[in-house]
């Protein structure tokens, strides 16, 4: 290993922020800069590029997040940077401001805070000052005083068709690619026209992940298996919205951008676009003009849980489109065998930023089971009963999500083979019942609220709603599942006389922390500013479920407070799945 690249990730690995550059350098000039608490160590390494780690010693403790105002003698373009949010930058490009992200809002005295970054120059750059400032925690900006709940009157109903209607809605508007000519959201056009041209391979289409315009394949495909199971599970609820055609054309703008990142058996796009640059730029996807790279795993990189995630997606979705277009189903099954071969023939959690997974088995017993229901072929359902036990998926879990579908597993296992082995369902029944009041998973707010965790806390509640609408469904405590599921998704649309879904109900939300939303239409311009300063977002994105409230029930609505609100492809499909599970018990007079 070179000795400076050596040096830097010595520093980086001695962080309190785990931060990796991996390029060849050739040994640079170090040169320590002292601002105040802050050592500025520049390793001008590169000719036009700059690279520096801010190293700030804690002299008292830091308990409630900070921020981090950098200022440059020239201007620095392109400047990106790892594990800490920009939120602000000047139009010449001098001033730079950070904020911590939640995993480092708390820094202990003696600690070091170490933050690396690159930036673009012409001739020579050097960072003027830095200055770190303590703020208030998230919770304490961007939260009110618990609401006072005592005169709310919640709604009498709820309109379930309507929220299956508008969550659709929601993810036309994440769309990336060429749109149709049937395009509903005025306010978005076409972006991304050239993903995939640093590859010389197709890779337009698909959803931007969140707030954000990253594709990020993990939480999209795992996205499009839970919607694509919520269909199946729960169509006349589709039926009576009158949204079938809508919500197979909404899985399918994804379908067909994941078929797209599989151009060879053993080789998967799993994400396109840069981290730093993306979230560097406040504006529209539609004027984006930043670099837009893909990744992808292969034989000798490999990602058995992308890639897993990927081919259950596929295989669930083959069974929505079969009666109508049973040669997309087919493609999709074929596309979901190679993919799951991939995935088990190369093992490995696959290498990046974002929606980072520790473990891959449950991912593939996943796309086991999926097989299985897809094609009848017991092959899958016998690898599935061995694999479960080969990566002891028989314990507890945090929650079902993007990072773990252990749980799904398991739903699946009690239904196939819950008679057999009745471990398969004691197991989920364990995990369900320790959700319930009383249980030991979670606590409850005040306005009864399951509160697993502070960022996002309604995705948790919403997908746990519709795993409980399933095992009811099996048998297993159906009336108190069932009563669960519905105080859990009407906390959502209103029962605290507030809606968290935007465009919905009483006092929806109007601030998301969502780029394109906030943007007014052009030529109006949209940067930073309009992040800090409008007063609302210019446009309703419509269905969009927010991450949600503190445990205290508090909740302030600012797009600034990613934590509380933003949104994400993952957020609405536990949600609208139990939505729709709602809506089938209404519909045959169970709710």
């Keep these: 290993m070179p000795k400076s690249l050596a040096m830097m990730l010595s520093l980086a690995k001695s962080s309190f922020l785990l931060v990796f550059l991996f390029v060849f350098v050739p040994t640079p000039c170090l040169q320590s800069v002292e601002d105040g608490s802050c050592k500025i160590i520049n390793l001008d390494v590169f000719v036009s590029k700059y690279i520096a780690i801010i190293d700030c010693s804690i002299k008292v403790p830091i308990n409630d997040g900070w921020t981090m105002q950098i200022d440059f003698d020239k201007p620095a373009t392109n400047f990106e940077t790892w594990n800490v949010e920009l939120t602000k930058r ?26 690396l970054f690159t930036a673009g120059y012409m001739g020579a750059l ?70 995939g041209y640093d590859v010389y391979t197709d890779l337009t289409g ?73 979230h560097s730029y406040w504006g529209t996807p539609e004027a984006m003009t930043m670099e837009r790279p893909a990744y992808k795993v ?37 596309h979901a065998k190679e993919l799951y071969d991939f995935a088990k023939e190369y093992n490995g959690t696959y290498d990046t930023q974002y929606y980072k997974s520790t473990f891959y088995g449950d ?12 094609t009848n072929e017991t092959f899958y359902l016998d690898a599935a009963i061995d ?72 995705r948790y509640a919403a997908a746990t709603s519709f795993i409980a609408l399933l095992t009811a469904d099996l048998g297993y405590n159906p009336e108190v599942y069932r009563e669960f599921a519905k105080k859990q998704l009407h906390y959502i649309l209103g029962d605290t006389c507030r809606s968290f879904v935007v465009g919905y ?7 998301p922390h969502h780029r394109s939303s906030s943007c007014p239409s052009p030529p109006n311009p949209c940067t930073w500013d309009t992040y800090n300063t409008a007063p609302i977002n210019a446009h309703t994105l419509t269905g969009a479920l927010i991450g949600g409230p503190s445990s205290d029930d508090s909740f302030l609505d600012e797009r600034q ?20 599970g709602l809506k089938h018990l209404e519909l045959a007079g169970m709710l």
Aim: aromatic share 12%; proline share 6%; hydrophobic share 35%.
């Design 90 to 115: 000047n139009e010449e490009d001098l001033n730079i401001e950070l904020q911590n992200r939640l995993h480092d809002a708390k820094l202990k005295a003696g600690d070091h805070l170490r933050v």
């Design 387 to 458: 694999d479960y036990e080969n990566y002891n998926l028989g314990g507890g879990d945090f929650a079902f999500g993007w990072a773990s579908k252990k749980i799904g597993v398991k739903v699946h296992m009690c239904r196939l083979r819950g008679t057999q082995n009745p471990r398969y369902c004691n197991s989920l029944v364990k995990f369900l019942d320790g959700w319930m009041v009383g249980g030991t998973a979670v606590e409850y707010t005040p306005g009864g609220l399951a509160f697993r965790a502070e960022w996002g806390s309604l």
């Design 298 to 334: 292969t034989k000798e990189n490999p990602g058995s849980d992308v890639v897993g995630e990927t081919a259950a997606a596929m295989a669930a979705s083959s069974l929505v489109f079969r009666e109508v277009d049973p040669e997309y189903a087919d493609t999709l099954v074929m």
């Design 126 to 195: 050097s960072v003027g000052s830095v200055i770190l400032t303590p703020k208030p925690s998230p919770l304490a900006v961007s939260t009110t005083p618990p609401p006072d709940t005592s005169d709310c009157v919640p709604p009498a109903s709820y309109n379930y068709s309507e929220v299956i209607d508008k969550s659709i809605l929601f993810y036309e508007a994440q769309r990336s690619g060429k749109l149709p000519t049937d395009n509903r959201i005025p306010w978005r056009g076409d972006s991304g026209l050239m993903d």
């Design 363 to 374: 991912e593939l017993v996943w796309a086991q089971v999926w097989l299985y229901l897809a």
């Design 561 to 580: 407070d990613y934590i509380h609100s933003e949104v994400a492809c993952d957020y609405n499909a536990g949600f609208q799945s139990a939505i729709a």
């Design 505 to 511: 109900g009483v006092n929806p939300p109007k601030n």
């Design 206 to 278: 698909g959803w931007h992940d969140a707030g954000d315009h990253l594709k990020l394949n993990f939480p999209m495909a795992y996205s499009v298996t839970v919607l694509a199971w919520g269909f199946l599970e729960y169509r006349d609820a589709y039926e009576a919205a009158n949204e079938v055609k809508n919500f197979r054309d909404s899985i399918k703008w994804a379908l067909d951008y994941l078929i797209k990142c599989h151009p060879s058996k053993y080789e998967y796009y799993f994400q396109v676009g840069r981290g730093g640059p993306d």
